[in-house]
T-cell receptor
């Protein structure tokens, strides 16, 4: 079945550091890929999505590029802030399944001032 | 404003008891979903629905039932709660089309003692 792999469970950075959170997927065809962010006590909220090879999604300084060749959708931000501390989830939806998502295990980002 | 509302927000139940988690959406979305969130597992799909009267099994349906009596409401039912069902539960709603991002509620924290 379809799956999403996130290798970093916890990421600890200082303000203005560069962020990379890795996301690889296993799925047939062209799934839609998503990044969600979850702040403490809240539900996950959409950061952005991408549906086609080489498409870049971006929001709030975060970005990721859909790469079908390497089956990846890595999240990056050039300069993190303390307010970016949250859990980040990579997810996919397969064509024909509407908005039914398969999630990775999530990466908890902690940014220190 | 688009919203997914879950009730209760916190619940303590006894082993063997019946638990019902409720979800209401005002987004006029066809699809609704129940996920559970556990450390090390991310978000896993329990049940979902394509519309009133429909329920489908997700990836981890054992021990759970679902009910969709109307477009707006989707319930998750634990007939005989067990301590292994202690978790945070999230409801989401989404349009029926491809590539659409579901909107999540704020979660219900369930403890089964």
């Amino acid at each position: 079945g379809d799956s999403v792999t996130q290798t970093e469970g916890q990421v600890a950075l200082s303000e203005e550091d560069f962020l990379t959170i890795h996301c690889n997927y296993s799925a047939s065809g062209y799934p839609t890929l998503f990044w969600y962010v979850q702040y403490p006590g809240e539900g996950p909220q959409l950061l952005f999505r991408a549906s086609r090879d080489k498409e870049k999604g971006s929001s709030r300084g975060f970005e990721a590029t859909y790469d079908k060749g390497t089956t990846s959708f890595h999240l990056r931000k050039a300069s993190v802030q303390e307010s970016d501390s949250a859990v980040y989830y990579c997810a996919l939806s397969q064509q024909g399944t509407g908005s039914k998502l398969s999630f990775g295990k999530g990466a908890k980002l902690t940014v220190s001032p | 404003e688009a919203a997914v509302t879950q009730s209760p927000r916190n619940k303590v139940a006894v082993t063997g008891g019946k638990v019902t988690l409720s979800c209401n959406q005002t987004n006029n979305h066809n699809n609704m979903y129940w996920y559970r969130q556990d450390t090390g597992h991310g978000l896993r799909l329990i049940h979902y629905s394509y519309g009133a009267g429909s329920t489908e099994k997700g990836d981890i349906p054992d021990g759970y039932k679902a009910s969709r009596p109307s477009q707006e409401n989707f319930s998750l039912i634990l007939e005989l709660a067990t301590p292994s069902q202690t978790s945070v539960y999230f409801c989401a709603s989404g349009p029926g089309g491809n590539n659409q991002a579901p909107l999540f509620g704020e979660g219900t924290r369930l403890s089964v003692l």
